[in-house]
């Protein structure tokens, strides 16, 4: 626990500090014993395979990461290499010794650097004068892990209770942890982050006044972190420059200052400037924006902290074509649109944008994308919407949107006239909440070869349901509200980390309460709920082998006066629907559903995925190759009319094979799947052991897409 004191030292149960003379201590602990058998001297060896014997915390592929010794590529590899191209194929791998022994060297220091301080590395090397091949075994004998006993911290004295609660709370290493020299690394830039953003901005970690023994009685670690706190500063006058040589005289200094988390005057913290950096760079009306501050030295008595802002401002006025690639409703869409922004729209660095723009599924329907009679699934929208980056605080943030749309799937087409509200909170450095407000009124003309079984009475309901939406305009009001929390390392391809989703959606509680003033007003009562996980991992610490998992899980139903009235369907957008690039992808996009016709979509879904993503290149460093990943998949997951329908038989399975190529807006996508099982396929035809590889297994589904499929 942590002991506040004024003596200059003060102790937390836990730990983190790096450790090089372990390494040399290790050295002496473990002494070299390979087993060769005999080389014949000045020829070369090429290395067959490469094993590790022994190896139980650590993985093969997270070991060969450490060592530059490599395998020899198969035949393929060296095809390309020999006859096509360098830069496709990889060369024969030959024994070095002395690089291999360095290997070794690097296996015990990164064993030592996660707490195996007394581990044992030996090699035994077989090698055939015949074929001139060697092969490798790394024998490794990992002995105790030694733990963190204690974490003493020197020299953080009559600071803010804050203070010693945040370094409580967010220790990254526990007593008892295992010793592990990164994390150790960390928790050092961790302290002095929350120092220097306690006020303490010339704090420092004193490196000669810490130590780190290793107590041979326990074989665990103690350790001592040391700090130089220096003085309490606060911020200090605040200074905007401007980049561009003709200033944006409607980019005044208050539009700067309200995107700060801080003011003169406040105690300075390092975390609220980079925070405020980060707010000048989303808030859209800026290239870039950058804070400087200047920190008096020990020397200056001052105990002020000067800030520079620098932006860039964007155009004011800009016109642009757009090109547009997404999977909307788990499917590949092209689309086009010309796109208007005014940036700093009536000052308060608000954004007014208007698009119009195009985009189908069916390339192939061209030029009849709206016909009522077609299978074209394509939208055209007209959209002005509003940004505004400031409401109370600038952590909230609202938008207006008004869009005309044009809507037309394979069952029916709908022309809407949609008002959404918007506000979005920054709850917390990794939470976020949005709150959105939509108003639509929906016209719907079904299609008349609508297709299914006339004899099935799920489908009849359906039908029956959109028959009754095409006699009138319905009038939605939705209500849902979003919470994520988001601590994932990356955008566009996470390694690491998690996203947890819920979203809550009400409809008809205003059109309920204008019931009197409008009878005739036609619209649905329901709520939904949706929970979406997502969870990523990196097996191999560098970001080469990815394991994703995803579980999504949603519930709707009708309730107050339209759970009993037949006439009342939950409208088609806000239905679940299955099968697709973003859902069980041995289906195409809504054409997966355990009861009823799936372009109907259904009441309740749940789906799940374990995607495998692997760096096929990394080792070449190759500007094209290393951004290549090959990824193979798992889906299950359907959806139901009604929740009463749920069987876990109805969860189908698919699995497949996927690509993906790196580019600076998130990866290319191409994925293949197959159905492993097929619920709605005749009893003895389900599994895919029970069919046809050729012709009734394949082809599968093709899928196209931008960024990861979760």
């Given at each position: 626990m942590l002991q506040k004191t004024r003596s200059p030292i003060f102790t937390l149960q836990c730990a983190r500090l790096t450790l090089a003379a372990w390494t040399a201590v290790a050295l002496l602990l473990s002494?070299?014993?390979?087993?060769?058998?005999?080389p014949s001297e000045g020829k070369q060896y090429e290395i067959v395979s490469i094993e590790f014997e022994g190896n139980h915390e650590f993985g093969h592929s997270e070991l060969m990461a450490q060592i530059s010794t490599k395998q020899t590529p198969g035949f393929f590899?060296?095809?390309?290499?020999?006859?096509?191209?360098?830069?496709?194929?990889?060369?024969?791998?030959?024994?070095d010794l002395v690089v291999f022994e360095k290997d070794i060297q690097n296996l015990r220091e990164y064993y030592?650097?996660?707490?195996?301080?007394?581990?044992?590395?030996?090699?035994?090397?077989v090698f055939s004068d015949e074929n001139s091949h060697v092969d490798i075994t790394i024998i490794i004998d990992e002995g105790y892990r030694s733990i963190v006993d204690t974490l003493a911290y020197r020299g953080i004295v009559d600071v803010p209770e804050f203070v010693y609660d945040e370094i409580r709370q967010g220790a990254k290493i526990q007593q008892g942890d295992p010793f592990n020299r990164s994390l150790m690394e960390e928790e050092v830039g961790r302290v002095r982050l929350i120092l220097w953003s306690a006020g303490y901005a010339n704090a420092g970690y004193v490196k000669d006044s810490s130590a780190a023994t290793y107590r041979t009685s326990t074989r665990n670690v103690s350790m001592v972190l040391s700090y130089n706190l220096g003085r309490r500063f606060f911020f200090g006058p605040i200074t905007i420059h401007n980049e561009l040589d003709s200033v944006r005289t409607d980019i005044t200094d208050d539009v700067v200052l309200n995107q700060l988390d801080y003011k003169p005057m406040d105690i300075y913290s390092e975390v609220n400037r980079r925070t405020s950096e980060r707010n000048l760079n989303r808030v859209g009306i800026f290239d870039q924006g950058?804070?400087?501050?200047?920190?008096?030295?020990?020397?200056d008595t001052s105990l002020v902290v000067k800030s520079l802002v620098t932006v860039r401002p964007k155009d004011k006025h800009e016109l642009a074509p757009e090109l547009g690639l997404s999977d909307e409703n788990n499917a590949f869409n092209l689309g086009i649109g010309l796109g208007y922004t005014s940036r700093n729209f009536f000052g308060g660095a608000r954004i007014f944008s208007t698009h119009l723009r195009f985009r189908t599924q069916t390339i192939g329907q061209f030029p009849n994308y709206f016909g009522v009679n077609t299978d074209a699934v394509a939208t055209a929208e007209l959209t002005f919407e509003v940004m505004q980056p400031y409401i109370f605080s600038n952590k909230i943030k609202g938008s207006w949107a008004f869009s005309l749309i044009r809507d037309k799937q394979v069952l029916w087409r709908q022309d809407i006239i949609r008002n959404r509200f918007g506000f979005t909170d920054r709850f917390a450095e990794f939470t976020t909440g949005l709150l959105d407000w939509t108003l639509e009124r929906v016209s719907l003309i079904k299609n008349p070869e609508v297709r299914g079984d006339p004899n099935d009475p799920e489908f009849q309901k359906q039908v029956n349901q959109l028959t009754e939406l095409e006699k009138s305009t319905q009038f939605n009001s939705i209500l849902s509200f979003t919470i994520q929390r988001d601590k994932s390392n990356d955008l566009f391809s996470p390694s690491e980390g998690f996203i947890h989703t819920a979203t809550f959606e009400e409809s008809g509680i205003l059109p309920y309460l204008l019931k009197n003033a409008q009878p005739d007003l036609p619209f649905t009562q329901f709520y939904r709920v949706i929970l979406l996980e997502r969870w990523?991992?990196?097996?191999?610490?560098?970001?080469?082998?990815?394991?994703?998992?995803?579980?999504?899980?949603?519930?709707?139903?009708?309730?107050?006066?339209?759970?009993?009235?037949?006439?009342?369907?939950?409208?088609?957008?806000?239905?679940?629907?299955?099968?697709?690039?973003?859902?069980?992808r041995g289906w195409?996009?809504?054409?997966?559903?355990?009861?009823?016709?799936?372009?109907?979509?259904?009441?309740?879904?749940?789906?799940?995925?374990?995607?495998?993503?692997?760096?096929?290149?990394?080792?070449?460093k190759d500007d094209f190759l290393d951004k290549v990943w090959i990824v193979t998949f798992v889906d299950f997951g359907n959806v139901w009319g009604e929740a009463k329908d749920f069987e876990f038989s109805d969860i189908a399975v698919a699995a497949g094979l996927g690509f993906r190529y790196d580019t600076i807006f998130g990866p290319f996508r191409i994925d293949y799947g197959f159905r492993v099982f097929d619920p709605a396929a005749r009893v003895g035809k389900q599994w895919i052991t029970q069919r046809k590889f050729f012709g009734e297994t394949l082809p599968g589904a093709l899928h196209f897409g931008i960024g990861q499929a979760f």
């Open positions: 002494a070299r014993s390979d087993a060769f058998s005999q590899d060296k095809f390309l290499y020999k006859r096509i191209s360098e830069r496709l194929g990889r060369k024969d791998e030959h024994l030592v650097d996660h707490g195996y301080i007394d581990v044992r590395i030996d090699s035994s090397l950058h804070i400087d501050v200047t920190i008096p030295d020990n020397r990523y991992f990196d097996l191999s610490a560098h970001r080469f082998s990815v394991l994703g998992l995803k579980l999504k899980a949603g519930f709707e139903e009708k309730y107050g006066e339209s759970r009993s009235d037949t006439t009342r369907a939950i409208p088609t957008l806000h239905r679940f629907y299955a099968g697709g690039a973003g859902s069980v195409e996009s809504q054409r997966l559903g355990a009861t009823g016709d799936p372009l109907f979509g259904g009441n309740l879904a749940f789906e799940g995925s374990v995607e495998l993503r692997h760096n096929l290149f990394h080792s070449l």
